[in-house]
């Protein structure tokens, strides 16, 4: 089988759960539509189990994106000859940025891995997809952390620049594909529709699966071969 789950944001223990509950094993696919880390317990326990699985695929996204832009930068190491010039202003600027936004616990957790594991860290992050196209059972589908902004239908997928894909959620009263399906988080689905609290969306061609875990309501699984659908509670 292949599911999808989203917005996990370092709640390592659901999402250990939600694998129990489907009983995911080596012969199934799960692809994690981005904002693995940041806000949650545990977001660097959650990369590091994600790293072992050859069945896990990560999809980027803003808190992915912003993670690595600060961490990469902080764990050069600072000579005489790169003190004064390696961090500028908009180093500093992204920093206060992420850590504002949940970035805090993420590098706190970083901080106490050894050198190699940081930089295993940093080399999984970079591997992230931008997006992924896959079809299952006759259905196709295209996963992505947060839409295609701006969506121009007649634009290849290929052509999505990185900030194009992570940043905007998509218009759900608008079918942007008749013959496939977007898939995205990023927005939790509360926000789309408030009877929808914690709930999967589906509309108008969109799968819309960011149910809020990290804020205390579900961590959505949806099963695209199946159209599935399961519910993990947050732990309190």
């Excluded at 292949?2 to 709640?11: A, E, N, R, T, W």
């Excluded at 069945?55 to 690595?68: Q, S």
């Excluded at 007649?154 to 496939?180: G, H, M, R, T």
């Excluded at 960011?210 to 071969?225: K, T």
Aim: aromatic share 12%; net charge negative.
């Amino acid at each position: 089988m292949i599911y999808v789950m989203s917005d996990l944001h370092g709640c390592y223990q659901e999402y250990l759960k939600a694998l129990e509950v489907i009983g995911f094993n080596e012969n199934d696919q799960l692809y994690v539509l981005g904002d693995i880390v940041d806000r949650g317990k545990e977001p660097i326990k959650l990369l590091q189990d994600m790293m072992m699985r050859s069945n896990v695929f990560p999809i980027i996204g803003n808190h992915e994106y912003m993670a690595l832009t600060v961490l990469r930068k902080f764990c050069v190491e600072i000579t005489q000859e790169n003190v004064e010039t390696h961090l500028d202003e908009e180093d500093m600027e992204n920093f206060y940025h992420w850590c504002s936004d949940g970035g805090k616990v993420t590098l706190e957790q970083f901080r106490k891995l050894s050198s190699e594991e940081q930089l295993d860290i940093l080399d999984y992050l970079e591997e992230f997809s931008l997006l992924e196209e896959i079809s299952v059972n006759g259905r196709n589908f295209i996963l992505v952390h947060a839409g295609l902004y701006p969506f121009l239908p007649d634009k290849p997928l290929e052509e999505y620049q990185l900030e194009e894909v992570i940043f905007k959620s998509p218009n759900y009263d608008l079918v942007y594909f008749a013959d496939k399906y977007l898939v995205s988080g990023h927005k939790p689905t509360i926000s789309i529709d408030k009877k929808k609290r914690g709930q999967i969306i589906e509309k108008n061609h969109h799968i819309a699966i960011d149910c809020g875990c990290v804020f205390g309501m579900n961590l959505g699984v949806y099963c695209l071969d199946t159209g599935e659908k399961w519910y993990i509670e947050k732990e309190k």
